[in-house]
C-alpha cells in the first residue's frame, strides 16, 4: 500500500520569500507524483507530477518540485511566493500498475503569505 | 473553471436519509472518480469509473454506491447517512482513466448531515 507525508500542515511565509512544501511517500514499488493546490472554495487543481525522466519538473505558477528517489521526497519549491499562492497544496502518489489512476493524497499543508 | 461540473453545490440534510451527487465529465473525458475530503479522514479516493464500468474502488462504504451512465455523467448515492458523511465529495474526471494521467476537478458539493 501506498502512502504519503506531508511533514508541515501549515507554512507560514512573506510575501516574496521562498518557499519549500515537504512531501514524503511509502511504496515498495514505482510511483507517480503529483502536487495539486486548493484554493479557499474550489476544487483541486494540478500544479505539475512526475511521470518519469527528469527529477526536477516545473509546474504552473512559477512552482517546481524534485523527486528523490533515495529519499523517496517530492519537495514543492518556488522561488518568490506571491499573497495570491496562499492555499492549501496537497501531494499525492498513484500506482503506474494498477488498472485505475486512483491518488493517495497527504494531510496537506496550508501555505499562508503575509505581506 | 475545470470543465467537470458538480451538482448541488451545497446539501443539508437528517441522519438516516439518502441523497444523491450529480457529476458531469469535462467534455471528451471517459473517466470519472469520486472523492471525499473531510477533517478527520482528509482527501480519500472512493471509486472510478471508465466509461460506464467500475475501474478502481478505494475505500468506499457499502452504504454508497455510484455510476456512470451513457452519457458519461456519475452520480453517487449516499444512503443512510450519518453524522460522519457530512464532508465535501468531489468528482474529477480524466480522458482514459489510465495511471499518470491528469485529473481535472469540479468544485464539489458540500454535505452537511444533522
Known amino acids: 500500500a501506498q502512502s504519503v507525508t506531508q511533514l508541515d500542515s501549515q507554512v507560514p511565509v512573506f510575501e516574496e520569500a521562498p518557499v519549500e512544501l515537504r512531501c514524503n511517500y511509502s511504496?515498495?514499488?514505482?510511483?507517480?507524483l503529483f502536487w495539486y493546490v486548493q484554493y479557499p472554495n474550489q476544487g483541486l487543481q494540478l500544479l505539475l507530477k512526475?511521470?518519469?525522466?527528469?527529477?526536477l519538473v516545473k509546474g504552473i505558477n512559477g512552482f517546481e518540485a524534485e523527486f528523490n528517489k533515495s529519499q523517496t521526497s517530492f519537495h514543492l519549491r518556488k522561488p518568490s511566493v506571491h499573497i495570491s499562492d496562499t492555499a492549501e497544496y496537497f501531494c499525492a502518489v498513484s500506482d503506474p500498475n494498477n488498472a485505475g489512476n486512483m491518488l493517495t493524497f497527504g494531510g496537506g499543508t496550508r501555505l499562508m503569505v503575509k505581506p | 473553471d475545470s470543465g467537470v461540473t458538480q451538482t448541488p453545490k451545497h446539501l443539508i440534510t437528517a441522519t438516516g436519509q439518502r441523497v444523491t451527487l450529480r457529476c458531469s465529465p469535462r467534455?471528451?473525458?471517459?473517466?470519472v472518480y469520486w472523492y471525499q475530503q473531510s477533517l478527520d479522514q482528509g482527501l480519500q479516493f472512493l471509486i472510478q469509473y471508465y466509461n460506464g464500468e467500475e475501474r478502481a474502488k478505494g475505500n468506499i462504504l457499502e452504504r454508497f454506491s455510484a455510476q456512470q451512465f451513457p452519457d458519461l455523467h456519475s452520480e453517487l448515492n449516499l444512503s443512510s447517512l450519518e453524522l460522519g458523511d457530512s464532508a465535501l465529495y468531489f468528482c474529477?474526471?480524466?480522458?482514459?482513466?489510465?495511471?499518470?494521467?491528469?485529473?481535472?476537478f469540479g468544485p464539489g458539493t458540500r454535505l452537511l448531515v444533522l
Open positions: 467534455s471528451g473525458d471517459l473517466s
Open positions: 474529477a474526471s480524466s480522458v482514459q482513466g489510465s495511471p499518470g494521467e491528469t485529473q481535472y
Open positions: 512526475y511521470l518519469s525522466g527528469s527529477t
Open positions: 511504496s515498495s514499488v514505482s510511483v507517480y
